[in-house]
């Protein structure tokens, strides 16, 4: 007998999540910088370079698989997991504590619900509805990219 290359359901949902989610952030124009397995958030996009300010413009995104009744979990509740045998629990983890800028939900169907900090963090519970709560369109990357056609300026 063989064994599936995933562990559960739940890690080949989420990396097909992860998936949809930086191709539709790829499309919008970012590019994706990944972040460790065990980090707050699963990447970061990089939307240019602001020449006000002098420094790269990066907003952090984590991506949540939508479940069965189209519901995102913005706080995940890890109480009852172990860390290790006879160890700690796990802490819970809320995204708007640790200032994740955007929350992207992907359903079964592969469409991408997005939620900047400021819209998620303000409902009132663990995890939401996409049908209760409208997704925000999540913004086009508005830097300017150079043909690889034109000529370089003097």
Not at 15 to 44: H, M, N, Q, W
Not at 79 to 108: A, F, M, P, Q, T
Not at 140 to 148: G, W
Request: proline letters at 5%.
């Amino acid at each position: 007998m063989s064994t599936g290359i995933y562990r559960s359901p739940s890690e080949q949902s989420g990396l097909r999540s992860e998936s949809i989610a930086k191709t539709f952030l790829i499309e919008k124009g970012y590019i994706l910088c990944p972040a460790p397995r065990d980090c707050v958030f699963d990447f970061a996009v990089c939307k240019g370079f602001d020449l006000e300010t002098g420094k790269w413009d990066f907003e952090t995104v984590q991506v949540k698989t939508l479940t069965k009744n189209n519901s995102i979990s913005k706080i995940v509740d890890r109480s009852g997991d172990i860390v290790s045998r006879n160890g700690k629990e796990r802490n819970s983890l809320d995204y708007s504590e640790w200032g994740v800028d955007w929350l992207l939900g992907v359903g079964k169907d592969g469409q991408v619900h997005t939620y900047p900090l400021e819209v998620y963090e303000n409902i009132p519970t663990k995890s939401f509805s996409v049908r209760k709560y409208p997704s925000v369109e999540f913004p086009e990357c508005d830097r300017y990219v150079p043909s690889s056609n034109e000529k370089k300026k003097d």
